[in-house]
């Protein structure tokens, strides 16, 4: 099966300056270096610590933020170096959800205008079916046909993100990026919009990359997990592999910092992360995470390891057995 999406040797640099006019003193290394897949109608989930690069990867892999290197294939097109013309008429194929549902919707508009707009913008449907297409999609994520009249400021922030929700499916897309969907939303929401992300790939056959600070919420969307650690891949295998057998210290690590209901597994040893993630604009020579890893040996602040395997890839030079 050939990837929908696929990602090779993806930068993306943001130029430090002292002042306005002063020149570029380095960059901060937002995103160095991702590969990686995703294949039609799976989900791929992104996981890592804030600062980690998950949201810069999420934007430029749909060009909503320029790559400074690397290559972009979407449906077996390079998309890396698109011009702003070329990539319009592939914005009906790739969409996203964004983390706070209130600020990414305009409040001055209607809910039936912000997703009419898009449809008038694409397609020529005429007005009557414009309107019922619309109240087909607020049906279709659990609203009703008498809230397209409403403000968002009118709803409360689990139906704003259905809201978000319809309108990225207002284009019939292929990829969905869905950038932390649920953080922002209380935790008894939470499962119903992850359900409902469930229903609409199925019914629609949609693919996602989810992005996600909670392990929970990833492992119960997603079919395969990369991990991040500062603007790196360091551990992506299927799901199941990731929570039963992880390899790389960093995805144990994660994994422990999780509350544990059986026992046995809360009673055992576990890896406390300390100090806080370094610097992007400054990263550790070697293995970007050798300086909070308990396991790190002289090879690793040396030596940066490649991700390396077949089905379950790592990223280290002494990964877990």
Same mark, same amino acid.
């Given at each position: 099966?050939?990837?929908?999406?696929?990602?090779?040797?993806?930068?993306?640099?943001?130029?430090?300056?002292?002042?306005?006019?002063?020149?570029?003193?380095?960059?901060?290394?937002?995103?160095?270096?991702?590969?990686?897949? +995703?294949?039609?109608?799976?989900?791929?989930?992104?996981?890592?610590?804030?600062?980690?690069?998950?949201?810069?990867?999420?934007?430029? +892999?749909?060009?909503?933020?320029?790559?400074?290197?690397?290559?972009?294939?979407?449906?077996?097109?390079?998309?890396?170096?698109?011009?702003?013309?070329?990539?319009?008429?592939?914005?009906?194929?790739?969409?996203?959800?964004?983390?706070?549902?209130?600020?990414?919707?305009?409040?001055?508009?209607?809910?039936?205008?912000?997703?009419?707009?898009?449809?008038?913008?694409?397609?020529?449907?005429?007005?009557?079916?414009?309107?019922?297409?619309?109240?087909?999609?607020?049906?279709? +994520?659990?609203?009703?046909?008498?809230?397209?009249?409403?403000?968002?400021?009118?709803?409360?922030?689990?139906?704003?993100?259905?809201?978000?929700?319809?309108?990225?499916?207002?284009?019939?897309?292929?990829?969905?990026?869905?950038?932390?969907?649920?953080?922002?939303?209380?935790?008894?929401?939470?499962?119903?919009?992850?359900?409902?992300?469930?229903?609409?790939?199925?019914?629609?056959?949609?693919?996602?990359?989810?992005?996600?600070?909670?392990?929970?919420? +990833?492992?119960?969307?997603?079919?395969?997990?990369a991990v991040m650690?500062?603007?790196?891949?360091?551990?992506?295998?299927?799901?199941?592999?990731?929570?039963?057998?992880?390899?790389?210290?960093?995805?144990?690590?994660?994994?422990?910092?999780?509350?544990?209901?059986?026992?046995?597994?809360?009673?055992?040893?576990?890896?406390?992360?300390?100090?806080?993630?370094?610097?992007?604009?400054?990263?550790?020579?070697?293995?970007?995470?050798?300086?909070?890893?308990?396991f790190a040996q002289?090879?690793?602040?040396?030596?940066?390891?490649?991700?390396?395997?077949?089905?379950?890839?790592?990223?280290?030079?002494?990964?877990?057995?």
């Open positions: 099966m050939q990837p929908l999406l696929k990602v090779e040797g993806l930068k993306k640099y943001y130029p430090i300056r002292k002042g306005f006019f002063t020149s570029r003193k380095g960059y901060v290394k937002a995103v160095d270096h991702l590969s990686f897949q +995703v294949f039609p109608g799976e989900t791929l989930g992104i996981v890592g610590e804030s600062g980690s690069g998950k949201s810069t990867m999420g934007r430029t +892999v749909i060009r909503l933020e320029e790559p400074t290197e690397g290559r972009i294939l979407f449906n077996n097109q390079d998309i890396s170096r698109s011009s702003m013309a070329e990539l319009r008429g592939l914005r009906k194929e790739m969409q996203i959800i964004f983390q706070d549902p209130y600020s990414s919707l305009n409040p001055r508009k209607r809910i039936g205008d912000l997703l009419a707009e898009p449809m008038q913008v694409h397609f020529s449907f005429d007005d009557s079916t414009t309107k019922q297409k619309v109240n087909d999609l607020l049906e279709i +994520v659990g609203l009703s046909q008498q809230h397209r009249n409403r403000y968002p400021h009118e709803f409360s922030g689990g139906q704003r993100q259905r809201i978000g929700i319809a309108r990225a499916l207002t284009l019939q897309p292929k990829l969905i990026v869905c950038d932390e969907p649920v953080s922002a939303l209380d935790v008894s929401i939470q499962s119903q919009i992850l359900n409902l992300l469930k229903e609409l790939q199925g019914e629609f056959q949609l693919t996602y990359l989810f992005i996600a600070h909670g392990l929970a919420a +990833v492992k119960y969307v997603s079919d395969r997990i650690y500062l603007g790196q891949i360091v551990e992506l295998a299927p799901t199941q592999e990731i929570f039963k057998q992880p390899k790389h210290p960093y995805t144990q690590a994660l994994l422990d910092a999780y509350p544990a209901a059986d026992p046995i597994v809360r009673n055992r040893e576990r890896i406390v992360l300390e100090g806080d993630i370094p610097s992007p604009a400054h990263p550790p020579q070697g293995c970007r995470f050798h300086t909070r890893c308990p002289t090879r690793c602040q040396e030596e940066e390891p490649l991700l390396n395997g077949e089905h379950h890839l790592v990223a280290c030079h002494f990964p877990l057995s």
